[in-house]
Structures are given as structure tokens and as C-alpha cells.
């Protein structure tokens, strides 16, 4: 049960585009289109951006999206602003059917 | 409103117990799946346990295997943690959260409401 590969930082100036990537294995986010990504503002419970790969939630800005490619997924956020700045986590279902998070995105918007 | 309120921590010896609840309000409660996720102070999230709607399927971390048991009482609306032989890399939030999901016999892990998480700390 290793926790998903996540970058620890990633960094962008407002209006821009940036993605982070999530790499597990086939038995968790290559196997299965269960892949969530959550953004957590300090001190908050974290928030569903994205489920099952590639859903936006009702209320979720459009500048969020999600992908997923062989055993990597990734979440793209578009226009930064500075209310983007935050922590991302990406998270799968595994095949023994239990879950896994990423180890965590530090998101700085310059 | 959905609204999900963690009470139970606080500060334990190490080999101590202590059990975790969570009220549920705003939604049908018995029709799902729910989680347990924890968060060790300045670190990442960690999913720890996920019971069914009915309570027949539970599944847990390898790290609180055999230490943690997770269950729900759904005439209350409420969900548990019953959590013994603390150890202190047990100690962070630990949040409840709403999955949205069911594959059939297990939760997608896809959390569309959480709790504002209660503090758990183990400790001498």
C-alpha cells in the first residue's frame, strides 16, 4: 500500500497553466478510472476538485481538470489565481479495494 | 445541508484507547459508504478505514490492521472509530468524509464531504 507519487512543489504566475501528476501502479490508478484529486487550504478539510479521473464536482470552477494516462493521472488547473495557492492531493481505489493518497502538491502561485 | 462533525479526541498515553465519532446530518445516511482519513501534523493525508452502507464491508490501512475497528449505527446517523494500542505515529486529524461512490463491494475512495477533523494525540 506505497502512497502515490506526487511532485512536492509545483509553482505558477497568475493567468497560467499548471499540472501535477499523480503515478501509482496497475493495481491502483492504472487499473481503475478512480482517481480523485482534493485541494486543502491551510488549516481546512480538504475538497474534492476532480473524481473518477476526470468529474467536476457541482461548484467546481472549470478551470479545474483531470486526466489519466497508463498508470499516471493528472490534474491541470488553467488561469491560476491566487486563491489557487494550496495543497493537492490525488487519491485511488486499489485493487484490494481500499485507498491510497499522494503524497501531496504544494501549489505556489507567484 | 450535508454536515459531517468529528468529536472524540484528544490526548492519550501511548497504549491507550479512544473511539472517534462522527455525527452525519443532511443526506440518507444508510446509502453510503463512509471513511476514516488522517492527517500527522505538517504531513499528508492517509486514508485509515471505509465501512458499507450496511456495515458488511469494512476494510483498513495496514497500519491500524488488527488495532483499529470502524463501525456506523445507522438508526443514529452516526459513524465510529474505535481506535486501541495507540502508538504515537497515530497522532494527527482525523477526518470523516462522505464517499460518493460504490464499486459493488468497496467505497471509490471519492470523498465529496468532510468533516472539520478532530485531533488525536498521542503522547506521554
Known amino acids: 500500500q506505497s502512497a502515490l507519487t506526487q511532485p512536492a512543489s509545483v509553482s505558477g504566475s497568475p493567468g497560467q497553466s499548471i499540472t501535477i501528476s499523480c503515478t501509482g501502479t496497475s493495481s491502483d490508478v492504472g487499473g481503475y478510472n478512480y482517481v480523485s484529486w482534493y485541494q486543502q487550504h491551510p488549516g481546512k478539510a480538504p475538497k474534492l476538485m476532480i473524481s473518477e479521473v476526470s468529474n467536476r464536482p457541482s461548484g467546481v470552477s472549470t478551470r479545474f481538470s483531470g486526466s489519466k494516462s497508463g498508470n499516471t493521472a493528472s490534474l491541470t488547473i488553467s488561469g491560476l489565481q491566487a486563491e489557487d495557492e494550496a495543497d493537492y492531493y490525488c487519491?485511488?481505489?486499489?485493487?484490494?479495494?481500499?485507498?491510497?493518497f499522494g503524497g501531496g502538491t504544494k501549489l505556489t502561485v507567484l | 445541508e450535508v454536515r459531517l462533525v468529528e468529536s472524540g479526541g484528544g490526548l492519550v498515553n501511548p497504549g491507550g484507547s479512544l473511539r472517534l465519532s462522527c455525527a452525519a446530518s443532511g443526506f440518507t445516511f444508510s446509502s453510503y459508504s463512509l471513511n476514516w482519513v488522517r492527517q500527522a501534523p505538517g504531513k499528508g493525508l492517509e486514508w485509515v478505514s471505509s465501512?458499507?452502507?450496511?456495515?458488511?464491508?469494512?476494510y483498513y490501512a495496514d497500519s491500524v490492521k488488527g488495532r483499529f475497528t470502524i463501525s456506523r449505527d445507522n438508526t443514529k446517523n452516526s459513524l465510529y472509530l474505535q481506535m486501541n494500542s495507540l502508538r504515537d505515529e497515530d497522532t494527527a486529524v482525523y477526518y470523516c468524509a462522505r464517499d460518493s461512490g460504490w464499486t459493488g463491494t468497496a467505497a471509490l475512495m471519492s470523498n465529496d464531504y468532510w468533516g472539520q477533523g478532530t485531533l488525536v494525540t498521542v503522547s506521554s
Open positions: 465501512i458499507s452502507g450496511t456495515s458488511k464491508y469494512k
Open positions: 487519491s485511488s481505489y486499489t485493487s484490494d479495494s481500499r485507498g491510497v
